[in-house]
């Protein structure tokens, strides 16, 4: 590791289409923490929602945020009794952690994701906020920290966090090897259920989305068929087990017709906190089972595993920018013009690349 400097960078959200690249002091870690060099950032939808919006569903910034809550690098230095864990050891993060006893009442007995009061990193929904990992450096609780398994770059372990969504996702569903699967909305969470559902043995995997672009991705991380929904193109009949993850209301009706009668539907997609109009007869008269996924509990082991074992997730990756192009890697990942799935930042200063754009074939 290079030496240590006093002042690092972070990728900071002060409001409404205001995020600058501010210069901070470098935290050192407490009793029980470690220091991360942070190498790569994966952009989500809720650092886009904070800087156009300043807010991320019910959570709204009281000062400024730190973005980024999909982050990897290595260890730079351990607090005061930390064991088990080595300086340059390359990790990725758990974001969540629990505020108060962490008891669930039995019927959740296991489901942490459910828990009502949970820090995020890159989280306004607490004052004060929970900085993410878009920074040169972040202080992190050891038991947050996960290993990157060998011959997986951090890059890569920066992806952990979303297909770890994806895993809870397809783990929401009845057995799925063999069984087709449909996913609707191939966004980075869409591409990785199908990424997933793949991995987890789906017989057969359909894709559908309005964007080209996106389907290539999809098609690329798994998808045996895709669906061009703005070519006119409809969806699938009678599929065993449908993902939604578009979060569009308007998506509802014809993804309840396209699951067969008593098969599942999975809602991966955030839908709108507000009355939104959805026709939803197909529901009962279909008798179709239709599961919520929320985030996940601890299946970012099981996405090190699976990208241990090989499952791939850089064709996922469209865009990479250094950090001090922040601003403009959200812009990227905000504009459905730009053909953007994933998009990366480089954080750390030790090989900042110029942004590069690649799509898979």
């Known amino acids: 590791m290079k030496t240590l400097t006093p002042r690092m960078r972070a990728v900071v959200v002060h409001g409404p289409d205001d995020v600058r690249v501010d210069e901070r002091a470098r935290p050192a870690p407490g009793a029980g ?15 886009i929602a904070y800087w156009k919006k300043g807010a991320s569903g019910t959570a709204s910034l009281a000062h400024p945020l730190v973005l980024g809550h999909e982050f990897a690098g290595r ?4 607090g005061d009794g930390v064991t088990g864990l080595d300086v340059g050891r390359a990790v990725t993060v758990h974001p969540a952690r629990l505020v108060g006893d962490g008891v669930l009442p039995e ?13 995020y990193f890159g989280s306004a929904a ?4 929970t900085d993410g990992g878009f920074s040169e450096y972040r202080t992190v609780h050891a038991d947050q920290i996960r290993p990157l398994p ?16 994806a895993l809870h996702a397809v783990g929401r569903a009845p057995q799925l090897r063999g069984r087709t699967v449909l996913v609707n909305g191939c966004g980075p969470i869409g591409s990785l259920v199908a990424a997933a559902a793949r991995y987890r043995g789906a017989g057969r995997v359909i894709a559908a989305d309005l964007s080209p672009s996106s389907l290539a991705v999809a098609r690329a991380m798994g998808a045996d068929e895709i669906r061009d929904l703005s070519a006119g193109e409809g969806l699938p009949e009678d599929v065993d087990v449908v993902f939604e993850a578009s979060g569009a209301p308007a998506a509802l009706g014809p993804v309840l017709r396209a699951t067969a009668r008593g098969g599942t539907l999975v809602q991966v997609g955030n839908l709108p906190g507000t009355a939104a109009a959805a026709a939803l007869g197909d529901l009962v008269t279909r008798e179709i089972t239709w599961i919520g996924s929320y985030r996940f509990v601890e299946e970012i082991d099981d996405a090190l595993r699976a990208l241990g074992d090989g499952l791939d997730v850089t064709p996922l990756i469209t865009h990479r920018f250094p950090l001090e192009r922040a601003g403009e890697a959200l812009a990227v990942a905000a504009d459905p013009a730009a053909g953007s799935s994933k998009v990366m930042l480089r954080l750390h200063a030790a090989t900042t690349p110029s942004a590069v754009a690649s799509r898979p074939n």
Do not use: K, M
């Open 150 to 165: 060998p011959g997986v770059s951090t890059e890569q372990g920066a992806l952990a966090e979303p297909l770890a969504v």
């Open 126 to 129: 607490f004052d004060p906020h």
């Open 75 to 78: 260890i730079a230095a351990l």
């Open 107 to 119: 019927r959740l007995a296991g489901r942490t994701n459910l828990y009502p009061r949970v820090r």
């Open 33 to 47: 923490e470690v220091l991360l060099a942070v190498e790569w950032g994966g952009i989500c939808g809720s650092d």
